[in-house]
């Protein structure tokens, strides 16, 4: 019982907001099913690594002494939360993704583009709001939708807030069906959201979708070599799927790999989630300017949409742009059940597919591009 009432009266008032903060989270990964796979090792990590004198932080072995505990342990090591597992999530990210869609409406790798202004938009803001470079780079990225870019180029760049930015990314994530429809609306008018596409896509050969992930490679390590381990082994999970003789890969890396490293990577996170770095004023800062981020993100692909269309003869639906975020393919549906609502049987998903497939490529890419900046100037 002694042991027990010392557990207790150590326990600060930062502890009991992280364990709210771990049962919110756990409550929405279970109870309305926004991104499961990541909330809830995160939320059940932010409870465990806030355990007064908790294991998992440092514990104390017989004939070793005082010693680092697992989640620490898997933090600090190289297959931890460093670049390891972010990367080696791309490869089985890739394998699901088919580019398809993209390849056969090129033009839509412009609306993935502009889809990351939300990102330089944040940076600058946080910059602005008293953050120094490397965390305002971190916080900015939150914007892309992309949890594992976000997680690796806050590690790459040292930044204090790797748990606040981690939480932001994946919570934003999940709330792509609630954020995303305010914003659209919010930059587009009835009679845009209404607008009719006819998919008339390019025949896309089996070579072609071979050829694509190489192709993009080099592109890539020439333009922006920080990007090449995202955009690399993305596009090697993509290359694994699309070569026609590695199925069994193919199915691994969507499944096992990628189910793997997603408990590993959740669980992990949680490190960075201890009550005296995250309890302060700055968390909340940071889930503002993600926020922020997010939003003109989607704003960013809308209003080149409608932009592009001054010069169209025959328009585009500008809600193709909003799926210019990494958030695959969740944005697209969305986007694609906003058009369904506004006029039944209007179908534009495949548009908005071939988006967010480029939203995905150029959200790795603006990773890499801020890693290079920030890097060579600091």
Known sequence: MSFLLEGITAVTWRE???????GLLIYLAVKKEYEPSLLLPMGFGAILVNLPASGVI??????????????????????GVSEALPILLFIGIGAMIDFGPLLSQ?????????AQFGIFFAISLAALMGFDLKDAASIGIIGAADG??????????????IGAIAVAAYSYMALVPIIQPMAIRLVTTKKERRIHMVYNPLKVSK????????????I?????????????????????????????????????????????LGITISYSMK????????????????????IFDTIGGVLF????????????????????????PMSSRVVQKMANEEERGNIILMQALGVNVSGQIASVIAGGLVISLVTKYL
């Open 220 to 264: 890539v390590g020439f333009i922006a070599p920080q990007s090449v381990a995202l955009v690399g082994f993305l596009m090697f999970g993509n290359l694994i799927r699309e070569c026609g003789v590695l199925n069994s890969l193919s199915e691994t890396a969507q499944n096992e790999l990628a189910n793997l490293i997603t408990i590993l």
């Open 16 to 22: 009991l907001v992280m364990y709210v903060v771990g």
């Open 275 to 294: 009550a005296e770095q995250f309890v302060q004023v700055n968390t909340l800062m940071i889930l503002l300017i993600g926020l922020v981020a997010f």
């Open 305 to 328: 949409a409608k932009l592009i269309n001054l010069f169209l003869p025959v328009k585009i639906n500008p809600m193709i742009g909003a799926a210019g975020i990494s958030a695959f």
């Open 207 to 218: 070579r072609t979708k071979i050829i694509f992930p190489i192709v993009v490679t080099i």
């Open 106 to 114: 090129p033009y839509m790798f412009l609306f993935g583009a502009a």
């Open 148 to 161: 594992p870019t976000s997680i690796l180029v806050s590690q790459v760049l040292g930044s204090k807030y």
């Open 58 to 79: 440092n514990q104390t072995l017989a004939g070793v002494g005082e010693t680092s505990g697992i989640i620490q342990w898997l933090y600090e090591t190289t297959i």
